[in-house]
């Protein structure tokens, strides 16, 4: 009996030391959490205040890191990238039908003197909101934004851009109005010459227009991605009515065999399409 009770005050005892070894483990893993969390917390209210009136480092446009920058410093540079697109320009690829590119230089300035942008980055709207990065929403993203954009995901801005459309219109179709041929169907001409009493037939010519709505949404959308002095045009070919159509619809009235190709360009058709 008494062998018994002891038995099991040593087995209690040893109950109770495992469970107070535990307990220790236990407090030294939370208060590790607990001291990491102040580190973190305090380190984060640190890194914050560091860039007060600053954009935060990640936060970009284009291939630029505006971290560090005042609005300010944030508004010269970008007009520092205006002005470089004012003298350089933007090269505009037109992919032609026949595999030759051609290339052509859009400056997006217009005046006598070529000082008036047509269309720009718009520089203060960009510094406020490089400025705003990872300052607005609750106190939870206000701490947590700023590191993510710093040390994990950069945050990339798209660049807002000002214009006067119709100056930036006319500017652009002076750029490439070299470049468009319009396309004109093929035609039936009956001028019936006193030798020949048959109609002649004046074959098609392939041309090639330009979507401008579409290219200054596109010269927009690369000032916005940041600094691309590069764009392939958007051009249209245009849908035209075939020498070979315009046989086979003669042929249903009976004119088969009657018809002459004409390519001489001194008898303009009636009907150009």
Do not use: C, W
Not at 86 to 99: C, P
Not at 195 to 223: C, H, N, S, W
């Amino acid at each position: 009996m008494i062998m018994e009770e002891l038995r099991r005050v040593i087995v209690d005892a040893a109950s109770f030391s495992h469970f107070r070894t535990l307990a220790r483990i236990f407090f030294v893993i939370f208060a590790v959490f607990v001291l990491l969390g102040f580190v973190l917390f305090f380190s984060t209210l640190l890194y914050v205040e560091r860039y007060a009136g600053l954009v935060y480092p990640g936060v970009r446009v284009g291939n630029y890191d505006l971290g560090g920058l005042s609005a300010v410093t944030v508004k010269n540079f970008i007009e520092n990238i205006n002005n470089r697109y004012a003298k350089e320009g933007i090269e505009l690829i037109i992919a032609a039908s026949d595999g030759v590119n051609s290339r052509n230089l859009f400056k997006p300035v217009s005046g006598s003197d070529a000082t008036e942008e047509v269309v720009r980055l718009d520089s203060d709207a960009l510094s406020a909101l490089a400025l705003s990065a990872g300052r607005a929403g609750n106190i939870r993203q206000r701490l947590l934004l700023p590191v993510l954009y710093g040390f994990i995901k950069p945050h990339t801005l798209l660049a807002p851009t000002t214009a006067n459309d119709a100056a930036f219109r006319a500017v652009l179709a002076g750029v490439l109005k070299g470049q468009e041929d319009p396309a004109k169907n093929a035609a039936v001409v009956f001028d019936f010459p006193e030798t020949d009493m048959a109609p002649r037939v004046v074959p098609e010519k392939a041309g090639l227009t330009f979507e401008y709505p579409a290219i200054e949404r596109q010269i927009k959308e690369a000032l916005e991605v940041g600094t691309n002095r590069r764009q392939e045009v958007l051009s249209h070919q245009q849908q035209i009515y075939l020498e070979s159509q315009l046989r086979r619809g003669l042929e249903t009235l009976n004119l088969k065999g009657k018809l002459k190709t004409h390519r001489s360009h001194h008898s303009p058709p009636l009907d150009q399409g």
